[in-house]
């Protein structure tokens, strides 16, 4: 499985956030966004659950 963390980058946000300055991480399993959110730190924990969730699938089905 693959899960990303990245920052948005300002040309995929609103105006009104850049000019706010608001920071947005991405969270993409497998190339599709699942996850938005405000700090990398939860993003972080977010991936980390993801990736736990996934190894057990892979124990059951394996």
Do not use: C, P
Not at 12 to 38: C, N, P, T, Y
Request: aromatic residues 4%; negative net charge.
């Amino acid at each position: 499985m693959t899960v990303k963390v990245t920052e948005r980058d300002d040309s995929h946000k609103s105006h009104e956030g850049v000019a706010a300055g608001i920071r947005i991480w991405d969270v993409h399993q497998q190339d599709l966004l699942v996850g938005m959110f405000h700090s990398e730190t939860d993003a972080q924990n977010y991936k980390a659950e993801l990736e736990t969730l996934e190894r057990k699938r892979e124990l059951v089905t394996g």
